[in-house]
């Protein structure tokens, strides 16, 4: 491996300079960039991705609050939440941290968030922007594993991706982005899912090959081709409780070009584009 995509140094100096122009907002005699974020239920990694998110925004100089319901609370008690927080100008951007029980209807959750609030991009409205190559907001892991190649010289125009999953938040978001006429995209990509025929034979002829599928170590060695670039979105609890991605990162690393790692790659750049985007809806 020539390369680590090492997402936690680079998302740290791109949080320096947002904390730099979050200041120059704050001495021009603007209100601090705010964000919301709303957790129901008391999942661990969803306190933890919640956790790290309002930390993030106290060291860029932004404000964040908090809002914990209980795993019982109704759907309409929520959606009341979201319309307290539409019509609060103190904030900017609103999150509600995903996955949500099941007696509540994600989409409609998401639907109620003003479209010019959800830093997340998760809108229908954001996601038709987004399809339409003029997106309001990037969504956040999607952009993050993007500006992890490009600003470590891989870009993807003209390269064959294969993205394995296709989730609303990851693998569907990025094939637009990588397929738009634009900086960062440009590339030639392929979906692939649980129902797709001969996988490695999709991610072996793969320039690039992003790992979002959500099962710790169904990337393997044989899978990728020599010199290729591996991007590893996956966050799984291994049965130590410790974070691993979706790639076999030992068995992959020695054959490849470049590789994120898991903790310390992906991850920091989707909080990174997070608080990029809520700096963007303070406008
Ligand atoms: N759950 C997993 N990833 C995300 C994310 O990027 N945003 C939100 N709101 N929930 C998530």
Same mark, same amino acid.
């Given at each position: ?72 609370? $109704? ?31 994600? $989409? ?176």
């Amino acid at each position: 491996m020539d390369v680590l995509l090492d997402g936690k140094k680079l998302a740290e100096s791109m949080q320096s300079e947002l904390a730099e122009r979050v200041a120059a907002r704050l001495k021009a005699g603007k209100t601090p960039p705010g964000l919301a974020t709303v957790l129901v239920g008391s999942d661990p990694a969803s306190q933890v991705y919640v956790r790290t998110k309002r930390r993030t925004c106290e060291k860029l100089g932004m404000t964040s609050t908090h809002y914990d319901l209980p795993p019982t609370v $109704s759907q309409s008690e929520l959606l009341a939440l979201i319309a307290k927080l539409n019509a609060d100008s103190s904030v900017h951007g609103i999150l509600v941290q995903l996955p949500l029980p099941s007696h509540i209807e994600e $989409s409609a959750v998401i639907r109620a968030i003003d479209p010019r609030k959800d830093v997340d991009a998760f809108h229908p409205e954001n996601l038709g922007l987004l399809a339409a190559g003029h997106p309001r907001f990037k969504p956040c892991t999607p952009a993050g594993v993007i500006e992890l190649l490009v600003r470590n010289d891989i870009d993807p125009a003209g390269q064959d991706v294969v993205i394995v999953g296709r989730s609303n938040i990851v693998g569907k978001p990025l094939a637009l982005l990588l397929a738009q006429k634009w900086p960062g995209g440009n590339a030639t990509v392929t979906i692939a899912h649980t129902r797709t025929r001969d996988l490695a034979a999709h991610t072996r002829r793969a320039d690039i090959v992003i790992a979002a599928a959500g099962q710790a170590g169904c990337i393997t060695a044989d899978m990728v081709k020599a010199g290729a670039v591996v991007v590893d979105v996956g966050t799984n609890r291994g049965p130590d409780g410790k974070l691993v991605g979706d790639v076999d990162f030992a068995g992959v690393a020695p054959k490849v070009r470049a590789i994120s790692p898991v903790p310390g790659g992906v991850g920091p750049m989707t909080i990174t584009m997070l608080m990029f985007n809520t700096l963007l809806a303070a406008g």
